[in-house]
């Protein structure tokens, strides 16, 4: 009705249609809410993402994209959205390292390694700078350790996923509940590490951590959280 009245492109048009992709998301039927969240963030595209909901609605078409495991999807409207935060924050703000974590992530589930790592090495200094004791910064350190780790740079990966993982530990209680897999994750890098590089000891010692953590299919799927 609303499409008709005010046309496709029009603010709430839009929102609109985010809205109802979002209760057909609930209702667990992506052959509807799919093609609307999409449209929605065309839509937004086309009004060069000038709209008071903007991020949200590109960021629903994302987690979607995510969930339904469509991660190349997803990545090319990370890159869209990267460059605006980009613009309006700026640089050196923490909107950007966070859009800088997602992506990062959203390529190691590619296992797109070697993209990976200058994203999560320009999120690292970002962080380190602005934010150097919070658990996001240690996220990011066993985040790029992952990247190395992919590209078989074991020594170079070794440090940087020991000390994230030390540092999300520490900082365990910081932690919100949307990103609590982030521990046991790092603790997976850990163990895939000394599997590689053939050391049975660490292996075991690091799986007697990981067994305290769920295991991924115990875990609920929780919406998508700026890491």
């Known amino acids: 009705h609303r499409k008709r009245k005010l046309g496709?492109?029009?603010?709430?048009?839009?929102?609109?249609?985010?809205?109802?992709?979002?209760?057909?998301?609930?209702?667990?039927?992506?052959?509807?809410?799919?093609?609307?969240?999409q449209e929605?963030?065309?839509?937004?595209?086309?009004?060069?993402f000038q709209h008071e909901f903007a991020g949200r609605i590109v960021t629903n078409l994302i987690t979607y994209h995510e969930h339904l495991l469509q991660f190349d999807q997803a990545e090319t409207w990370r890159r869209k959205w990267l460059a605006v935060v980009k613009e309006r924050s700026g640089a050196d703000s923490a909107p950007y390292?966070?859009?800088?974590?997602?992506?990062?992530?959203?390529?190691l589930q590619q296992k797109k390694w070697t993209d990976a790592e200058p994203v999560l090495r320009e999120c690292l200094a970002l962080r380190e700078k602005?934010?150097?004791?919070?658990?996001t910064t240690f996220n990011t350190q066993s985040l790029l350790g992952g990247a190395l780790l992919g590209q078989k740079k074991y020594a170079?990966?070794?440090?940087?996923?020991?000390?994230?993982?030390?540092?999300?530990?520490?900082?365990?209680?910081?932690i919100p509940p949307?990103?609590?897999?982030?521990?046991?994750?790092?603790?997976?890098?850990?163990i895939a590490l000394n599997s590689a590089t053939n050391k049975?000891?660490?292996?075991?010692?690091?799986?007697?951590?990981?067994?305290?953590?769920p295991s991924p299919k115990e875990v609920a799927p929780q919406p998508q959280q700026k890491k």
């Open 8 to 37: 496709a492109d029009h603010p709430d048009t839009l929102v609109s249609m985010n809205n109802l992709a979002d209760g057909y998301r609930a209702a667990v039927k992506p052959d509807l809410s799919l093609p609307l969240f």
């Open 200 to 213: 049975p000891d660490e292996v075991k010692r690091w799986r007697a951590e990981r067994a305290k953590y």
């Open 97 to 107: 390292a966070a859009e800088l974590t997602a992506l990062g992530l959203n390529l």
């Open 178 to 190: 949307q990103a609590a897999t982030c521990i046991p994750e790092a603790l997976d890098r850990l």
């Open 156 to 174: 170079d990966a070794e440090p940087l996923l020991l000390k994230g993982y030390e540092g999300l530990k520490q900082r365990e209680k910081t």
């Open 130 to 135: 602005k934010q150097p004791d919070a658990w």
């Open 40 to 48: 929605a963030a065309a839509g937004i595209e086309k009004r060069r």
